[in-house]
């Protein structure tokens, strides 16, 4: 599909972690869009116009568009937290190739943080279309790193997706664990991926996320010798402007 350029209206402004907030954007019904692809949003400021891309964390099935974030304190991230609801934004997309493959016997995604927001796109529409298009006995593995266990974002939703798509399995890697943590704590490192995958070469990996998870699930993944046709990288580009 084309890349179109429109006007959306805020809605709604979500906290979800102390420092991450979504924003429910309003969009044309004409607006299509694949899951894990990203978009254009322009907001005004004292200094002009400010323009920045991000990934739908929504699903193709939901009815607005909603783009969340880590607040940096940059000045496009705090133009975006000061608009108010009613404000009219300056949008254009899809754009990306990041995307789903349904008949992929194994997947493994491999992300943490905020770079979470184009696998809960695909996993919601997974949820939202009972899994159309997925081949029987479809593996699924999400290993998904956070700062503390009471801070993984869209945890919630982590959960509901564990429990409605066959074959998903996630598992959280926690860097900064509370006392009563039982999961895995620190880094997601090639041992842990052995650790989860029986044969960590029969997936594909989908690794997405700001520059420095990226460098640092590349050098997973050589560790693991996974050849290059099985892995698709989206990085999050200007990730703290």
């Not at 400021?45 to 607040?71: C, I, K, M, N, Y």
């Not at 594909?204 to 693991?224: C, H, N, S, T």
Request: a negative charge.
């Amino acid at each position: 599909m084309a890349p179109m350029t429109f006007t959306g209206t805020l809605l709604e402004k979500i906290p979800r972690l102390a420092d991450t907030s979504s924003y429910l954007i309003s969009r044309p019904p004409e607006y299509t869009f694949k899951a894990g692809q990203f978009f254009s949003i322009t907001v005004p400021s004292p200094g002009g116009p400010l323009t920045h891309h991000f990934s739908h964390a929504d699903s193709p099935t939901e009815q607005v568009t909603e783009l969340t974030t880590r607040l940096t304190g940059s000045p496009f991230k705090n133009a975006l937290d000061s608009l108010p609801i009613g404000a009219e934004t300056q949008m254009e997309g899809p754009y990306g190739g990041f995307l789903f493959k349904p008949q992929a016997p194994r997947i493994c995604f491999l992300t943490g943080g905020i770079g979470l927001t184009p696998v809960r796109s695909m996993l919601k529409y997974l949820v939202d279309t009972n899994g159309a298009g997925r081949i029987d006995g479809q593996e699924l593995v999400l290993l998904y790193g956070s700062m503390t266990d009471d801070g993984i974002l869209y945890g919630d939703d982590l959960e509901a997706f564990s429990q409605r798509i066959p074959g998903l399995r996630v598992v959280h890697v926690i860097t900064k664990p509370s006392e009563g943590w039982k999961g895995y704590s620190g880094f997601i490192t090639a041992d842990l991926v052995r650790a989860e995958l029986a044969d960590p070469r029969s997936f594909e990996f989908y690794m997405v996320g700001p520059p420095a998870m990226i460098d640092a699930m590349w050098k997973v993944v050589r560790q693991l010798e996974i050849p290059e046709p099985q892995i698709l990288v989206e990085g999050f580009a200007g990730y703290a402007t």
